[in-house]
C-alpha cells in the first residue's frame, strides 16, 4: 500500500518495498542493502537475490552521481505520451546505477558521460511523488 503514489502514473498500488515512497516524502531518495551478505539494491528490493535472506535496511543516497548514459525520448508509452519529450538517465552511485529522468529544464545536448548528477525529489501537484537528476 502506498506504492500507488510513485511516479507520474503508478501501475502498481502495493509492493514490498513502499516504504521507497515514504523515503520520497521525506526528500530522500533510499536503497536497501542486506544486512547478511551487504548486497546493494536499487531499485530496492525485500529479498535479498544474493542470499536469499530478507533483512533489509533501508539507506537513503548521498552526495552526487555520475551520468552512466542517457538517452532522450520523443515518443513515450502508453500513459506517459503528454510527458514525452524527456531525458532518461543512468547515473551511478557508488556502486548503483539509478534510472531516472533528468529534469526538463536540462537541454539533452549538454549532458555527457561522466558529469555528475544530483537527485532531486518532485512532488506533483496531483500527489504524487518522483524524483529526478540534475547537473551538480
Ligand atoms: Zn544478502
Not at 42 to 55: I, K, Q, S, T, Y
Request: with cysteine; glycine share 8%.
Amino acid at each position: 500500500m502506498g506504492f500507488e503514489r510513485f511516479g507520474s502514473k503508478s501501475f502498481t498500488s502495493q509492493a514490498k518495498v513502499a516504504e521507497f515512497v515514504d523515503y520520497l516524502d521525506k526528500g530522500e531518495l533510499a536503497y536497501t542493502k542486506c544486512r547478511t551478505c551487504s548486497q546493494a539494491y536499487f531499485p530496492p528490493r525485500a529479498d535479498c537475490a544474493n542470499c536469499l535472506g530478507n533483512d533489509m535496511e533501508w539507506i537513503a543516497f548521498e552526495g552526487n552521481g555520475k551520468i552512466a548514459t542517457f538517452t532522450h525520448t520523443m515518443y513515450a508509452p502508453t500513459g506517459f505520451e503528454a510527458e514525452a519529450p524527456y531525458t532518461i538517465v543512468v547515473a551511478e552511485f557508488g556502486g548503483l546505477k539509478v534510472l531516472g529522468r533528468m529534469n526538463k529544464s536540462v537541454p539533452v545536448d549538454s549532458l555527457s558521460v561522466g558529469m555528475p548528477v544530483k537527485v532531486e525529489i518532485v512532488k506533483l501537484p496531483d500527489g504524487q511523488v518522483t524524483y529526478e537528476f540534475l547537473p551538480a
